[in-house]
């Protein structure tokens, strides 16, 4: 079995169960991320909005793998641009479902909106807390979900934990964005 690693984590935990070899990845300090990842990645707001806002458009999920297990969603998902198709971001996400009542929950279960999308529809609050930044060379799992040419890209992402104020974590999450990021919008 595969060791934990918490910067990757739970992608390590996804890659463990199926089977692939974990990612290797290098921590970051937020200085050191280069434009535009600094802006998309170095903040306390939710990855859905602010991919959202950044392509201008709506994102929806393209869910890659899932397991149920206990009180837990354990997914690795895309999220792409409505319309375009457009493959914006990568991510392994540890669901606690009882953080959710149950329409949110069904939602996610369900396996087509973005949880942080879920969350606000819903009004749940909650806070992004960003644990590490990193970068990390592209497997080939995450090339193919991603689309992308290089195999082996280095592409930039995040640990992040979103919150219930009140009730403790939501999710754990790894967000790793495509390489040359631009705006669908512009």
Known sequence: M???QPLLHP???SCARAGRRIPSAKALQ???MPEPYRSLLVHDTDMTSTLSAFHGNRLHLEVLSVELGGDACLREVVLRVDGTRKPVEFGAI???LHALPPPARRLVLEGRVPLG???RDAQIPFLSKPKGYLKVVA???MSAALELKDSKAELFGRRNTLTDPRLGPIAEIVEILPPAVASTHD
């Open 94 to 96: 540890k669901i606690h």
């Open 11 to 13: 992608l390590d935990e």
């Open 139 to 141: 497997d080939e799992f």
């Open 117 to 119: 999308q879920i969350l």
């Open 30 to 32: 937020p200085e050191d």
């Open 2 to 4: 595969a060791s934990v």
